[in-house]
T-cell receptor, first 113, second 115 residues
Framework: RKEVEQDPGPFNVPEGATVAFNCTYS??????FFWYRQDCRKEPKLLMS???SGNEDGRFTAQLNRASQYISLLIRDSKLSDSATYLC??????????????FGKGTTLSVSS | DVKVTQSSRYLVKRTGEKVFLECVQD?????MFWYRQDPGLGLRLIYF???????EKGDIPEGYSVSREKKERFSLILESASTNQTSMYLC??????????????FGSGTRLTVV
């Protein structure tokens, strides 16, 4: 099983739609989770950290299910500017001094008018 | 704002050349990372460093080395560039992750072409 798995998409949705992305991770000891957004030919940028209670930031909601090792990102009222690749990211916490994050390959979203 | 600066946005090098990619961060982050990103393969970790003069191999260290002589600077070295090292190289930094609540800040990337 791959460490972080995402459906690559693409997800093609009209403006105003609600879209959800899912991600599964294999290491049950993973400590923290993030969603990053990456625009074409740009660097990834942190969109949200994912907390165990779930968290919301405007139109974006992230949820974590530790029992199922599953993370989700919900985007409501999609905008054209939401078109990007969304990366699911996991911190496996391998040692105290520092751990490299593990990135999924990303899910591509295209929002059309 | 945290800033991570990569020395070059675009670079073209010849096969066999020694290539240096430089990364500097200005937020006193302990951890620094080098990834490469290729279509269909996602981000793959090359090396990371959690302290000055410390380095850890990532998933694909072959053909690369790194140097971290100062806390703010992390260099990636391609010992003898090959065409299969043509890629987007991304540097990132973060605070030391204890229980791991910190994400990364990335530099804007260096798109390296080896001809």
């Amino acid at each position: 099983r791959k460490e972080v798995e995402q459906d690559p998409g693409p997800f093609n949705v009209p403006e105003g739609a609600t879209v959800a992305f899912n991600c599964t991770y294999s290491n049950s000891a993973s400590q923290s989770f993030f969603w990053y957004r990456q625009d074409c030919r740009k660097e990834p940028k942190l969109l949200m950290s994912v907390y165990s209670s779930g968290n919301e930031d405007g139109r974006f909601t992230a949820q974590l299910n530790r029992a199922s090792q599953y993370i989700s990102l919900l985007i409501r009222d999609s905008k054209l500017s939401d078109s990007a690749t969304y990366l699911c990211v996991v911190n496996p916490f391998r040692h105290q001094a520092g751990t490299a994050l593990i990135f999924g390959k990303g899910t591509t979203l295209s929002v059309s008018s | 704002d945290v800033k991570v600066t990569q020395s070059s946005r675009y670079l073209v090098k010849r096969t066999g050349e020694k290539v240096f990619l430089e990364c500097v961060q200005d937020m006193d982050h302990e951890n620094m990372f080098w990834y490469r990103q290729d279509p269909g393969l996602g981000l793959r970790l090359i090396y990371f460093s959690y302290d000055v003069k410390m380095k850890e191999k990532g998933d694909i260290p072959e053909g690369y080395s790194v140097s971290r002589e100062k806390k703010e600077r992390f260099s990636l070295i391609l010992e003898s560039a090959s065409t299969n090292q043509t890629s987007m190289y991304l540097c990132a930094s973060s605070f030391r992750s204890g229980t791991g609540t910190h994400g990364y800040t990335f530099g804007s990337g260096t798109r390296l072409t080896v001809v």
